[in-house]
């Protein structure tokens, strides 16, 4: 029997969640805030709305837009070509995989999901020299630069991402009944079209969420770009270029954070918009999992 929750007890719930919400909110805010100011405005009274205008807003974003050093539009192209195509062999492999080990049930499969597991909780920062010097070496070996490409940084956010992707679509795949999969096998699909035909539409819900979080975490990354890219290559995401943008305006303040708006702007707007169908996807696949 369920008893009523004590009001005081919601009370104080509410309380820590919003101070929670408020002091990981209050730097985002900062950011937007000081956006809509000039610089002189942004020093004086950096937590105050004196100052702050739409029109500014607007008049900064411009000078951005058109500075050459920032080169927002050709950073914007690398930054959502890198993050489609990662995006798009992360659903594709991550699904495959995860498919094969639900179906295969054998040891081998047992270990090698394990291995994905395990392989998030190792940090960043523990393989990510190991990982420029491999990349050096496996470009020498197969004609093709890993290093300063988009080839190669996609393939390395296709290793990096592929663990989450590959648990949370497996937790998805053992609520589906394999009788359909018997069905369409007896129907005279092969393999691979069970999986195209019968499975990755199924797939559809969790896909779209496993892909908004890591679309928000390739978008946003700074760590792997910075050091598979470098600060001053041909190729540069945006966050990287908003870094080399902040040396070049230490003082300009107003310039520096509407460049950080720009480049966080697209991922807020598609979270906002999917925030439901993230949601939903992965409560579908904790409860069929």
């Known amino acids: 029997m369920h008893t009523k929750e004590k009001p005081f007890n919601v009370v104080i719930r509410l309380i820590i969640a919003i101070i929670i919400a408020a002091y990981v909110l209050f730097p985002f805010f900062l950011v937007v805030l000081n956006s809509f100011k000039e610089a002189a405005n942004i020093t004086k009274n950096p937590i105050g709305f004196n100052g702050a205008s739409f029109g500014q807003l607007v008049q900064n974003m411009r000078d951005v837009i058109t500075n050459k050093n920032f080169m927002f539009w050709q950073s914007f192209g690398y930054s ?5 195509l990662s995006l798009a062999l992360l659903a594709l492999f991550g699904a495959m995989a995860a498919w094969v080990i639900c179906r295969n049930k054998t040891k081998w499969s047992a270990v090698i999901y394990f291995t994905f597991i395990a392989s998030m909780i190792i940090p960043f920062q523990v393989v990510m020299l190991p990982l420029i010097s491999t990349f050096r070496d ?3 070996f197969v004609g093709i630069s890993m290093l300063k490409s988009v080839p190669g940084i996609v393939f390395a956010y296709l290793g990096f991402g592929g663990a989450m992707t590959v648990f949370i679509l497996v937790g998805f795949i ?3 009944p394999f009788d359909l999969e018997e069905a369409a096998s007896i129907d005279g699909c092969s393999p691979e079209q069970v999986f195209f035909k019968v499975i990755f539409p199924l797939l559809t819900p969790v896909i779209t969420t496993v892909t ?11 760590l792997l770009p910075s050091m598979m890219l470098g ?3 041909p190729v540069r995401t945006l966050p990287v270029a908003v870094q080399a943008f902040v040396g070049s305006y230490v003082k300009q303040w107003n310039l520096i954070l509407a460049a950080a708006l720009l480049a966080i702007l697209p991922m807020i707007i598609i979270f906002l918009i999917a925030q439901k169908q993230i949601m939903e996807g992965m409560i579908e696949g904790a409860v069929k999992g």
């Open 212 to 222: 908004i979080l890591n679309g928000m975490w390739i978008w946003n990354d700074y």
């Open 174 to 176: 053992k609520g589906i």
């Open 80 to 84: 959502a070509l890198i993050t489609i």
């Open 231 to 233: 600060q001053n290559g």
């Open 138 to 140: 496996a470009g020498k």
